[in-house]
């Protein structure tokens, strides 16, 4: 069973940095790519970073050039490096896989409890 343990989130301000990481069990991690996904209060959970297993990334126009993900095969561990944040970063932030199969990502049902992030202005 996948096991995923996210932790980094803090309370920061607008214009601040974080380092999220997550640590994954349960899968062969360096045979998944794997993605950052965020929640809102009242908004739909989105992805926000995906790193392939050769290392390829892609984000969103919202966050392109501030965030940045990374991963270590040999921890299991995946980052996203958040720079110039802003209060609409605010969110639970997930990792997950993202496996992308016919034109959309694939995650496995097996979410972590999140990691708060909390931007104020």
């Known amino acids: 069973q996948v096991h995923l343990v996210e932790s980094g989130g803090a309370l920061v301000q607008a214009g601040g940095s974080l380092r999220l990481s997550c640590l994954a069990s349960?899968?062969?991690?360096?045979?998944?790519?794997m993605g950052w996904y965020r929640q809102a209060p009242g908004k739909q959970r989105e992805l926000v970073a995906a790193?392939?297993?050769?290392?390829?990334?892609n984000y969103p126009d919202s966050v392109k050039g501030r965030f940045a993900i990374s991963r270590d095969n040999a921890k299991n561990t995946v980052y996203l490096q958040m720079n110039s944040l802003k209060p609409e970063d605010t969110a639970v932030y997930y990792c997950?896989?993202?496996?992308?199969?016919?034109?959309?990502?694939?995650?496995?049902?097996?979410w972590g409890q999140g990691t708060q992030v909390t931007v104020s202005s």
């Open positions: 997950n896989t993202a496996n992308y199969y016919s034109g959309s990502y694939r995650y496995s049902s097996s």
């Open positions: 349960g899968i062969i991690f360096s045979s998944n790519a």
């Open positions: 790193i392939t297993r050769g290392g390829s990334t």
